[in-house]
């Protein structure tokens, strides 16, 4: 009984993580390049280019030259950058697991992805937010293949199925939470968080990743799968 109620709150947290880290963005580029980021790109092939805002998000930037084609290529970095994190999170992330545990790979990437979370929300560069992000989605690629794996080793085999669609739903649930967020941190709704709305929009993914970490720190137990394995293998080691 332990063990399905550790990998219903890990695959319900950790659905939650991947969520709405990736969700969020959806209402995040446009307030992000209507401020911050126009205060650091200015169009180049237009009569007048855009003022510089000077707010809490872009502050002390200087503005670089770019025309309206290239402004499209950065906006597209700016949300697309977590997909090359993830890429590389689903590489590495069963790499830890095997080498280290489940348990420690899962604590490696909360705590990976509460620190990105944080640094997002007080970042006043554009290239460090795309540099912070793409190792945030290192976090999320990551967790994306440990969670269904300790899922797997630890349900029983009755419940697998129903566990894993509880990793899927709480995606979808999360997305739903972020665009619900997006609503209510857009300038008609909270005015007196703008123009910077949009960096706590992406610091509240440090909330789920504190909160998974500190779950699998105190409560989550390591794989057996995993430690039978490390248990066989130090058998051979000393049969050689």
């Known amino acids: 009984m332990k063990e399905l109620v550790h990998v219903v ?3 319900l947290m950790s659905g939650f993580l991947y969520g709405y880290n990736t969700g969020i963005i959806a209402g995040i580029d446009v307030a992000a390049v209507n401020g911050y980021y126009n205060a650091t790109f200015e169009y180049t092939d237009k009569d007048s280019s855009p003022v510089c805002k000077k707010n809490p998000g872009a502050a002390n930037l200087q503005s670089v030259d770019a025309t309206a084609h290239e402004l499209s290529g950065y906006e597209g970095l700016f949300v697309s950058n977590i997909l090359v994190g993830m890429t590389v999170g689903a590489l590495i992330g069963p790499f830890l697991a095997d080498k280290y ?3 420690m790979a899962l604590i490696a990437t909360c705590a990976n992805a509460s620190v990105c979370a944080i640094l997002l929300g007080v970042i006043p560069s554009f290239w460090g937010q795309v540099v912070t992000r793409t190792v945030l989605g290192i976090s999320v690629g990551s967790i994306a293949c440990v969670c269904p794996l300790y899922v797997t080793e630890m349900a029983p085999p009755n419940r697998r199925g129903q566990v ?3 990793f899927q739903l709480n995606i979808c649930s999360s997305i739903f939470v972020a665009l619900l967020i997006n609503y209510f941190h857009n300038e008609h709704n909270l005015p007196c968080l703008q123009p910077q709305a949009w960096m706590s929009q992406f610091s509240y993914g440090a909330i789920p990743g504190i909160v998974c970490l500190l779950y699998c720190i105190f409560f989550l137990p ?5 430690l039978a394995a490390q248990q066989a293998e130090r058998e051979r080691a ?3």
Do not use: Q, Y
């Open 9 to 11: 709150v890990l695959a």
């Open 101 to 103: 545990g489940r348990r």
């Open 164 to 166: 894993g669609t509880l």
């Open 222 to 226: 390591e794989s057996d799968s995993w």
């Open 238 to 240: 000393g049969d050689n």
